[in-house]
């Protein structure tokens, strides 16, 4: 609860720089994050006095469970956000904070009549900033959640046959997640085998593991609210002299990204750490995606790491470092891990999963 | 192919109506209905030719596979909806049909003027109408995924044991249905023991069973892109007098929701078959719910099961019956089917599951 208030003081502390009275949001991570309430749809107020979160009528007593005390539960039929329109008139709130970015045009269309005489503010990313920097608690979560996702993999090689396919794989991981450590997956794990891994977010399919095959395995948990990102490449029995040779670009690419995080560098310096090896390397057009992104109560979150991308990296972020080459009909490497930003350097939240090249069979 | 080249024919004659050129679409549901498309994010867009599908670059090989031919492959970097708008105002359309309902304010705005000159039209609900009454290809596809369900639910009683926790049992249906059927859970399985049960979207928890708890299991399964949605409550020994007497309600409205579906008949009439009687018993203020929604690609779709809503039920629609009496501190009960309107009445898709007051232990 404490952590909440906090959270809710700070937001405030933002509406008051930003000269707005008052603050909506429909992200139920945002939702999460401010009050801890899990349930969705609902729509969160934040003005004078308690903050009020209005729900279907259905999740009224989940809601007063996960916060009592420190928001006002409403329950409403309909839509919550029409209702919170209502609320915010009926309440004489003079500006509100919305995330324009969260609502749909025809929702946005509906509040302009709904709260006629209501100055409405474009307040993006306000909560996703707060969000970036996480706080030891924060940073404890993931690492429990890392530690699962760590372990799971760990024993792949203990139950992975020639008989499992995609499907099964990606199953048995998920099942270990929640049967062995109550944790979820924080997103579809992905594994792919042979060509398939030339896709890098490949639906799991029927295929068993074929001789020489790379094996790339995406799986995240999700623990108290927290998630974790990490991906490893195997092989089935020897792979190509090319498989190898790519496996040990990404590799050094990936080590070198790493070695470039620390506070104060730019996120886009981060992005230029991996790619330039990969380019260098003669597989540029092959690296088809950022070097990572953010991760936190959501497993994409900010800072993307991109060469676009010129946010300063700092003290308590949490990222993801994730190059890959793919490589159409042959197969696609992928190594990642979950990173902590440190004054000094980064901390690898997912360093026990070792990332020398494994063969298997 | 076949049903793809159909449905954007379909498409094509409903914008002919609406006098517009072009058609765009963000929504991965809608996406997957058209092209058979399954990644994320994409844009859609139908215009003179062949329809357009944008993606990002990562997503390239795979939408290839999925599309090749029907669609063609545009892969983009960055924002695929701001590239969407680039390509229409080069494609020289003159008039796009949008959904307001799912593009944020934010997007909306930046469209204003990288489109300027071309007419918006909000259409919404445009694909979804298409999508309430289902093919025989995909009532089979629901057929499929009910029969999951039931069979999955069938296996609990063999397996089931005190020392299973909500979480537990959660894990098992999901792993049984990944391993036994390569089906994916439809949406998050709700295990609930006694009085969690009082929760409609109780998410599980440690809690083992007690002795005279009610068991609430809301499970549904996706097969082949289409969902079923199945909720059964058992119960772990003896339960109370009362919740004999609410089993009793809840399965004399389900039964009756079920006997008033056929093609014809308003939405809201099913609702209300239903909801008067559970009214009448006293217990109206503890069914917080819709009697049902419609099921298909999505788990939640049209039409709506609900007081409000006067849509006509016809031939070909999928929806589910269930509803609940839920009793803060004590439980709840829950019955719910999936139901295929028919011309004379409903095809309960999920009947084989019994539904006669069941005690375990």
């Not at 597989?283 to 950022?290: D, E, L, Q, R, T």
């Amino acid at each position: 609860m404490e952590l909440f208030r906090k959270r809710i003081d700070l937001l405030r502390e933002k509406l008051d720089e930003l000269g707005i009275d008052s603050f909506l949001t429909i992200d139920p991570v945002n939702i999460g994050y401010i009050c801890g309430f899990s349930g969705s749809p609902a729509v969160l107020v934040i003005s004078k006095g308690l903050p009020s979160l209005l729900v279907p009528r259905r999740d009224e007593e989940q809601a007063g469970r996960e916060v009592g005390g420190l928001v006002e539960v409403i329950a409403v039929e309909g839509s919550v956000l029409e209702e919170a329109y209502g609320f915010l008139k009926k309440k004489g709130v003079r500006s509100v904070g919305m995330e324009a970015d969260k609502i749909s045009h025809s929702e946005w269309r509906k509040g302009s009549w709904r709260m006629r005489g209501i100055r409405r503010v474009i307040c993006k990313g306000v909560v996703e900033g707060m969000r970036m920097r996480k706080s030891p608690e924060e940073i404890d979560a993931i690492r429990g959640a890392s530690r699962v996702s760590v372990e799971v993999f760990g024993a792949i090689p203990g139950f992975l046959s020639p008989d499992m396919s995609e499907m099964d794989l990606a199953a048995e991981i998920e099942y270990r997640m929640r049967r062995g450590y109550k944790a979820r997956a924080a997103f579809d794990t992905i594994v792919a085998y042979g060509p398939n891994s030339a896709i890098p977010h490949a639906i799991p399919t029927d295929r068993v593991p074929g001789e020489g095959d790379s094996i790339k395995i995406d799986l995240g948990a999700k623990l108290h609210g927290y998630c974790s990102d990490m991906t490893r490449t195997i092989f089935w029995g020897r792979p190509s002299e090319e498989m190898k040779k790519v496996y040990g670009i990404v590799l050094e690419a990936q080590l070198s990204a790493i070695d470039a995080v620390r506070s104060g560098v730019k996120a886009k310096d981060v992005d230029l750490a991996a790619r330039s090896i990969i380019e260098r390397a003669g597989y540029g057009g092959m690296f088809v995606h950022p070097t990572g992104h953010g991760i936190g109560r959501a497993v994409h979150e900010g800072p993307s790491i991109w060469k676009k991308e010129d946010t300063v990296l700092e003290t308590g972020m949490v990222i993801t470092i994730e190059p890959g080459i793919y490589i159409p009909g042959l197969g696609g490497v992928r190594i990642e891990d979950t990173v902590l930003v440190r004054d000094d350097g980064a901390e690898v939240l997912t360093g026990d999963a070792g990332k020398d090249m494994l063969v298997l069979a």
